[in-house]
Structure formats: structure tokens, C-alpha cells
């Protein structure tokens, strides 16, 4: 890291849900100057049982379509920006921002503009306590007709933020092409942050995203209890594991700061002291040839069988458009010399009403190839086994099945990725723990 670099500091809800977060966020800010641009999420849960703000203020939203008034949730929302800014003692006056909120979104305003006032509102509670200037987000993310970041977004930051001193810009949203709040997916303070990165790239040395954990595991801890922390993870390698369920940073925010080859530094609120994790451009593996296993259930097969299948000019084509006259997204297609598959997650195979799309799969199958045989088989789970030093590790893949074996596993699909950094395995839902602790014991 550059020592005349400054760093972009992405602060995430549990890390502001409180007064005592906050002060736990101005330590951090104040222990390195380089810290100069903090993007701040809405105030997350407090506790256990505790409401997201954001979550309030979509009920809110919620409330006033129906023509109900919003009272005790409008309290709520009140309150917990009140007492946050009394408890810090700040010189702030939140009323009005609070009362313009509530005005519009009585009147009308979209889901869309409810939801980010959690951010809006709270990064003027993060503004004065860490004496840094306000930028409403809707003044420099833009996004274009099509819902996309607009790339426009990067000169206007960038020109906002050329001053000297601190800055704090709400995550979470931005504005549309028609001129309204728009906002991004949940989680989306994670790309905003990027956002913010890459605009100010040549002059940010580093994303940090400060969380409630000193960054990623090499597994899930609810499988593994003494899962390893990982050291450094390239941008690929946690796209793979975000595929399959590793959740700690939205998906999404990669791809802003990783043509500019910024890493994200992955840090705990809670424990600045720990390193954290390190998502960066390239690594050297080392004898790291595995960096993480990640898992998740529900998807289906369909198996498709029919002699003489490799002969039949454009039988692969035929199938994949029986899913796209469905709407149905495919994960991966092995096959064989007379058989092919085709795995699914099971949210495809139902639409938005409940009823479920699968005999219509399989009769349209049926029309479309004329198979010998074709059936679904649900129960799936996927096991995604990542590391980019694993193309060049002899052995790889014979210690990972002989691995299985011996839990006795039964793997019933196998598919590497062209980039050969990962390989996917298909294993009973019932199988799927067991599967994830063998492959941890023999890598980790």
C-alpha cells in the first residue's frame, strides 16, 4: 500500500446499528488519515431480535400504499435515529430530514427512495461525528435506462471528491436516469464502495469493508467450527465461492475495483486489529492449492438419454431452448457420449404464482430431442471446491474424490470449469455437510 494513498472505508449496518459502533467506526477512521472516503450503510440490527432500519422503512413504505398510517413504525425509525445522535452528543438536528422522509413517502414515493433514507439519513449522523462533508449518493451514482451503473457515476465522484479532508457518501443507492432515487440490490453499500474506489482509482490504495467479520473462511463455520480465516483470495476465486453461498461481500462488488486491479480488504469493526482478508488481482498459491470449499442445496437434474446423441447435429442446442422458451436458467450441462444433463436450481422450476414448471420441462423436452429416456431428479446439493493453484497441483482431483470415498459420498456429477480454479461436485442434500468436512480436512 502506497503510504501517500488514501483509502475508501465502506462501513456495513451492524457496524453503525449503535452509538457504540459509531464510536467504534471514529477510532478506525481517526487511527489512519489515509481514511478519507466512508461510504456508511443505514443502522442494521442492534440485537438479536432487533428490526434493520432499512427493513422498517420498507414496512413504512408498505403502510402508506395501503393507506395506513405509519405511526408506531414511523416511531421507531424515529426514535433510533434520535437516540443514536443524542447518545454521541452530536450538534445535529435530524427533524427535518426525518419529516421530509415521512412527507414523501405518505405521498407517494417509491420503494425504492424509502429504503434509501436509512442510508441518506444516517450518513449525515456519520458526516458529523466524524467532521467530514456530506455528499448525497443521488448527486454523483448515476444509473442508466437499463438499471446498470451508468459509468458517468466515475468523473462525477471523482470531481466531487478532489478536496482535501473527509468525506462520507450513503451506500445503498443512487439516482436513475428518470431522475428519481434508485438503489441497488440489498447488500448494494458493498458497491457503492467499489463504486467510489474505482472512481478515485490512482489515488485509493485500497477498499476497505468493514463488517462483523475478520473476513472470510475457508468454509462455513456451521459446518466446520475451526474453519481457517483465508490470508488472500483473488477477485475469480471469490466469484466461485459467491456462486455457491459465500455471502460476506455482496457479489456485485468485484467488478467496479477489479479492472483497476484495487484489492478489498475485508476487516471486523468489532476486532480492528485483525488482518482480515485480502480479495486481490493474482496470488501465488503456495502450498495454499485449495482457498475455500462452499456448498448449498436444492437443485435437480435432468437427465436426458438417447442413443447415437453425439451424431445429432444440434441436439445440445434443441435442449438448452426448451429451458429458454421456459425462462429457465441452467448451472451446468455434463454429458456423456449418448447422455445428457442438464442441473437446475429448483427456484427455476417454479414460477412467481407457485406452480411449478417441471412437467411442462420435460414435456417440451420430449418433443424437442425425442430421447430414449428423460427424468428429473430432485435432491441435489452443489459442492464448489476453488483454489487457482489447483491447475497446477498434480493430484488435485484424485485427493478430493478418494477424499469423498472415504466418507462415503456418492457423487452423482462432476463438472471443472474451463479456468480450472474450481471443480463442482453434485452429491445427495443429505451428503452435502459430510461432503464439505471431508474436502476441508484434506486441504485445509
Known sequence: MGASQDIVAKFGGTSVATADQLRKVKAIIDADPRRRFVVVSAPGKAHAK???VTDLLYLAHQLARQGQALGQVWQTIE?????????LGLNL????????????IEGGASADYAASRGEAIHGRVAAALLDAEYVDAAEVVFFDRAGRLDPRSYDAIAARLSGPGR???PGFYGQSAAGEVKTFSRGGSDVTGSVVARALAGRVAVYENWTDVSGFLMTDPRVVAEA???????????RELSYMGANVLHEEAVFPVREKRIPINIRNTNRPADAGTMIVAS???????VVGIAGTKGFTVIQIEKALMNGEVGFGRRVLDAFERLGISYEHTPTGIDTMSVVVSDKQLVDKDGTSRLEQLLED???????????ASPGMALVATVGQGMNHAIGTAARLFTALAKARVNVRMIDQGSSEQNIIVGVEEADLATAIKAIYAEFA
Open 365 to 375: 423436452l420430449q418433443s424437442a430431442v425425442h430421447p430414449d429416456n428423460v427424468k
Open 228 to 238: 481457517k480465516a483465508i490470508n488472500e483470495i483473488t477477485y475469480g476465486e471469490l
Open 167 to 169: 468525506y462520507v457518501i
Open 79 to 87: 426514535t433510533r435515529f434520535l437516540s443514536i445522535t443524542a447518545e
Open 93 to 104: 438536528d435530524l427533524k427535518p430530514a426525518l419529516d421530509e422522509a415521512r412527507r414523501r
Open 283 to 289: 496470488r501465488d498459491p503456495g502450498h495454499q492449492v
Open 50 to 52: 432487533d428490526t434493520k
